[in-house]
């Protein structure tokens, strides 16, 4: 039984960990150089990222085969 394959390819997926990757850790840091709450869209944008990389696993845990419903 083979693997699928995932929705990013693996340049992809390393860009994406790369962005959730910086996204995450500038929020903190603005966070606490600026005192509105504009950090909440580094966080905002650090999670939809991280939404993508999880769906990604999903998919290329999936069996070949297998169809999407």
Do not use: K
Not at 45 to 63: E, G, S
């Amino acid at each position: 039984m083979q693997q699928g394959s995932g929705i990013l390819t693996p340049r992809q997926r390393r860009l994406a960990w790369l962005g959730f990757l910086l996204a995450a850790l500038q929020a903190p840091v603005s966070a606490w150089l600026v005192s509105d709450e504009s950090w909440l869209f580094s966080l905002c944008v650090a999670l939809m990222v991280a939404t993508v990389i999880i769906a990604d696993d999903a998919a290329r845990r999936r069996p070949a085969d297998a169809t999407g419903d």
